[in-house]
């Protein structure tokens, strides 16, 4: 069975400071892994996704997250916070067991920015 | 690029009425999902359709029922609405037989609300 953990339901950042949202992952098989992002009355949009390959990977909107199998992690990172990420951030795990892509999603992240 | 379209994007209903809420996913995508967000929680998996045929059922109520047309548009049935039905209903599509069925693509959502 898969199961993702994001530690901190918010995050609060200075505009121009490190963003990072951590993200634990439990999965029985190689996982495939997403960061999704959620603004207010919105759809999730995908930022970025780990398959196979690279275990640093690059997103959209310059966000980056890095797998580590060792510590079952995989979280995201933006060097330099913008206002407009403030944002809900949505981490999932699927396992591609069978042919299922169903994802499994943590609880969410909301991103504070201040000014 | 066409992205997944759901209609109505909101919708208010009494209970113990009925709602039909649609998808149309991205074009050649053949898979659809149906998630459902409850206010500050994260998307729960419902149910979802390969090439018209159930392919997986998640927490879907026996009061809802779904299904996929030979247009590969999908909609989601639901009767006897509840309070706790007041959610946010996204829709994904995907495409499995085309080898990207790892990525889900999430349409805009459907607000339902119940009074």
């Known amino acids: 069975a898969q199961s993702v953990t994001q530690l901190g339901s918010h995050v609060s950042v200075s505009e121009g400071a490190l963003v990072l949202l951590r993200c634990n992952y439990s999965s029985s098989v190689p996982p495939y892994l997403f960061w999704y992002v959620q603004y207010p009355n919105q759809g999730l949009q995908l930022l970025l996704k780990?398959?196979?390959?690279?275990?640093l990977v690059k997103g959209i909107n310059g966000f980056e997250a890095e797998f580590k199998k060792s510590e079952t992690s995989f979280h995201l990172t933006k060097p330099s916070a913008h206002m407009s990420d403030a944002a809900e951030y949505f981490c999932?795990?699927?396992?591609?067991?069978?042919?299922?892509?169903?994802?499994?999603f943590g609880r969410g992240t909301s991103l504070i920015v201040h000014p | 690029a066409a992205g997944v379209i759901q209609s109505p994007r909101h919708l208010i209903k009494e209970k113990r009425e009925t709602a039909t809420l649609k998808c149309y996913p991205i074009?050649?995508?053949?898979?659809v999902y149906w998630y459902q967000q409850g206010p500050g929680q994260d998307p729960q998996f419902l149910i979802s359709f390969y090439e018209k045929m159930q392919s997986d059922k998640g927490s879907i109520p026996d009061r809802f029922s779904a299904q996929q047309f030979s247009d590969y548009h999908s909609e989601l049935n639901m009767s006897s609405l509840e309070l706790g039905d007041s959610a946010l209903y996204f829709c994904?599509?995907?495409?499995?037989?085309?080898?990207?069925?790892?990525?889900?693509?999430f349409g805009p959502g459907t607000r339902l609300t119940v009074l």
């Open positions: 999932a795990v699927s396992e591609g067991s069978g042919g299922s892509y169903i994802p499994t």
């Open positions: 780990y398959t196979t390959g690279a275990t």
């Open positions: 074009p050649r995508h053949d898979t």
């Open positions: 994904a599509s995907s495409s499995l037989a085309g080898g990207k069925g790892i990525t889900q693509y």
